[in-house]
């Protein structure tokens, strides 16, 4: 129990002795409120953010069993996910925030944004777990495979 006292004692003063720290953590919290309006969202958002990390890291190890090279490019496809995905959020909030009439919709509109976040990267991660070689249960198998075979092949993921 000492040791985590002492873990966030280390932390608090980190913060205290760094004003840019301190500031950041401002503004990026500032940020994360006003893109993410209740409770609800925020989770799903984080839950999001998780599953593109869950995403890459399979796709990684996908790659790396079934023999393929390994690029730079697999760690810049999921940068470009996270600013594109994170784009799509703003956009919503700002534009909900701001058009008179607009903002009962906020809370639908990034709700909706990152619920389609959640579902794409959920698709990519079974796939790179079927390239793994694991059977996938409860007839996911037979869906996953009428989508791809419904979708164009990536070579990417």
């Known amino acids: 129990m000492r040791q985590l006292t002492d873990g966030i004692a ?45 995403d890459t890291v399979t796709g990684l190890w996908a790659a790396i069993v079934t023999g393929k090279a390994v690029k730079s490019a697999k760690f810049g496809r999921a940068l470009s996910k996270i600013l594109g995905y994170g784009s799509v959020v703003a956009v919503c ?42 059977k996938l249960p409860f007839g996911m198998e037979k869906l996953l495979e009428e989508r791809l075979r419904g979708a164009p092949a990536r070579e990417d993921a």
């Open 10 to 54: 280390t932390i608090g003063k980190m913060f205290g002795d760094a004003p840019l720290l301190k500031y950041l953590a401002g503004v990026s919290g500032a940020c994360w409120g006003y893109l993410f309006p209740d409770q609800a969202v925020r989770d799903a958002a984080l839950a999001a953010g998780l599953l593109i990390l869950l």
């Open 93 to 134: 909030a700002v534009v909900t925030r701001h058009v008179p009439g607009a903002s009962a919709w906020q809370s639908m509109s990034v709700s909706a944004v990152v619920t389609l976040v959640i579902v794409t990267e959920a698709i990519s991660i079974l796939e790179n777990v079927r390239k793994l070689g694991i």
